[in-house]
């Protein structure tokens, strides 16, 4: 629908500029499902089958706040992903947990690049900036997809003011 459309463009458009504000080539956002899989959106990725990457998802979303990983190549659980190993070569990430203000974990944020590197003070600004609308989107695009719940059928009653034939006498 059209409403699907433009909430995916908001999406688009903030992973953009979550990329561009940190001189990063990959941008993604990833929701946890109810199954426990994790649906991922980004920026600057071809190859989406090699964004599954729940455990270092898990570890950005367990954390206090934001995670960064200056070098996931000189990380021993991790150099063998297949986000590093694999065709995105990715080395460095940064990610910010997705809470909404009642402390639920929606999921994740992040930024990526294949070289090692650390994140700039304005750019930490950034990403804290964008992440809370990333979040604020969550919730929203949340609320007007849920489905809506049935009315429920309830048979009239009479009440006793209620007029049954004519007119009374009076």
Not at 37 to 53: C, F, K, M
Not at 87 to 98: E, I, N, Q, S
């Amino acid at each position: 629908t059209g409403t699907e459309k433009q909430q995916g463009q908001v999406f688009a458009d903030l992973l953009f500029l979550a990329a561009v504000s940190c001189h990063a080539p990959m941008a993604l956002i990833s929701v946890i499902q109810p199954d426990g899989q994790w649906s991922t959106l980004s920026y600057g990725v071809d190859r989406r089958e090699a964004l599954n990457e729940p455990d270092l998802f898990a570890a950005v979303a367990a954390g206090a706040g934001p995670v960064e990983f200056p070098d996931l190549g000189a990380d021993s659980s991790r150099r063998t992903s297949l986000l590093v190993s694999g065709p995105l070569a990715v080395r460095f990430v940064y990610g910010h947990p997705l809470r909404t203000s009642i402390d639920s974990t929606l999921g994740v944020f992040c930024v990526m690049d294949r070289r090692v590197r650390q994140m700039t003070g304005p750019e930490h600004q950034a990403m804290n900036a964008i992440a809370r609308q990333v979040t604020d989107q969550i919730v929203l695009w949340r609320r007007t997809t849920a489905p809506k719940p049935e009315p429920i059928q309830t048979t009239h009653r009479r009440r006793s003011s209620d007029r049954v034939g004519g007119s009374r006498p009076g």
